[in-house]
């Protein structure tokens, strides 16, 4: 295997296992019944809590790079990762110890989710940094799939057995150690020269204004769309679970695929993105269906395969070495704000319309990206 091919793999490697955060996800019910004194609003800590503490993970890669590298810093991110899922499995009847794990990977999950955008720039370039950026966020929903998939199985021994996943991470670590070069290749990983000290605030700004908004219209995928399927009464929490690994799945080919793509959607991908998620919202909100849910879903995940690696390749786009991973961690930092307030904001825009559930939530989000998809289009067409 040449050198190429082994950076590679050890970048799909970490995508692979990025989200592992996420895997109590399949076992909440089986942990609010084993901590019934706590509530399930504390016990839920252990699920939302990475959400909040990744923010400091994400804001501490661009310091952390002055005096350790990149491979370093990846491995040890994984490494904490690891540690938190195998001390949770050891300790799993200990609430207070697991929330704090949870908190502790939150921030691993911030640093990987900073470092392998670095990581793509760093050592590819052209088309194959767009291969590779694709590629490596259809990993991130793959990933995310396979854990839900196992993790869902083990649950059936025990719910704190969905812990064993993390020996996945064992192995990307092992990846990342063997095959991940010390050093950066490319001239977007170069700290020395003009092109270092290159920021480009304003596209900076732009940058994070479209991730917040487009992950603040996304989120609702994971916040309402099992009230829009129950709540109308199309399925149950299997059908939810069914279409979201479904989603997930779709998203990933695509983002694989995205190089490809890239030729064909151009300036006006981020424009697409949102489209297609507005779209799907939108059908899915004039007639509640199981068709409208799979329009829905299928639509978010479209648009996140072209939304996720576009976004990343756009960090190089807007600054050189010595600046590109302040520039990650702060747009990341905004997108993670805006999956955080989503909910909120969305519920709120879906109150002013007529309606019940979730289909306003979902028609107030729709008609919002198809605005913001009509802007972001004429926008491409006026700098063209």
Request: proline share 4%.
């Amino acid at each position: 295997m040449d050198r190429a091919l082994k950076t590679k793999f050890a970048i799909y490697s970490v995508c692979f296992v990025n989200l592992m955060y996420m895997l109590p996800a399949v076992a909440v019910s089986g942990m609010v019944a084993a901590f019934p004194q706590a509530g399930e609003n504390t016990v839920l800590l252990v699920l939302t809590l990475p959400n909040l503490t990744s923010i400091p993970g994400l804001l501490a890669v661009p310091a952390l790079e002055r005096r350790f590298s990149q491979k370093q810093l990846t491995a040890a991110a994984l490494a904490a990762s690891f540690a938190c899922g195998a001390l949770s499995l050891v300790f799993h009847a200990v609430l207070p110890l697991l929330i704090a794990l949870s908190a502790l990977l939150g921030i691993a999950y911030g640093m990987t989710s900073t470092l392998f955008p670095l990581l793509v720039s760093g050592h590819f370039s052209g088309a194959e940094r767009s291969q590779v950026m694709g590629v490596a966020s259809g990993m991130l929903q793959l990933g995310r799939v396979a854990a839900v998939l196992v993790g869902g199985a083990l649950a059936g021994f025990g719910w704190y057995h969905i812990y064993w996943c993390f020996a996945l991470v064992l192995a990307a670590l092992l990846a990342a150690a063997f095959w991940l070069p010390r050093a950066p290749e490319t001239q977007a990983g170069d700290q020395t020269g003009p092109e270092a000290d290159r920021w480009d605030k304003p596209a900076t700004a732009g940058l994070a204004a479209v991730g917040f908004c487009f992950a603040a219209l996304y989120f609702i995928t994971s916040t309402h769309l099992s009230l829009y399927i129950e709540g109308n009464g199309l399925g149950t929490a299997a059908m939810t679970g069914a279409l979201t690994a479904l989603g997930s799945v779709l998203s990933g080919i695509l983002a694989a695929m995205y190089g490809r793509l890239r030729r064909f959607t151009g300036p006006y991908t981020f424009a697409l993105a949102l489209l297609l998620l507005g779209a799907g919202y939108v059908l899915a909100a004039l007639r509640a269906t199981v068709w409208g849910a799979v329009v829905c879903i299928c639509g978010a995940s479209m648009g996140m395969a072209l939304f996720s690696p576009c976004l990343m390749l756009g960090f190089a786009r807007c600054a050189g070495g010595r600046h590109l991973p302040t520039v990650t961690a702060l747009v990341l930092t905004i997108v993670n704000v805006g999956y955080f307030v989503s909910p909120y904001l969305t519920g709120a825009l879906g109150a002013l319309l007529p309606g019940s559930g979730a289909a306003p939530v979902f028609l107030a989000a729709g008609l919002l990206a198809l605005a913001g998809a009509a802007f972001l289009a004429a926008r491409a067409a006026w700098k063209r």
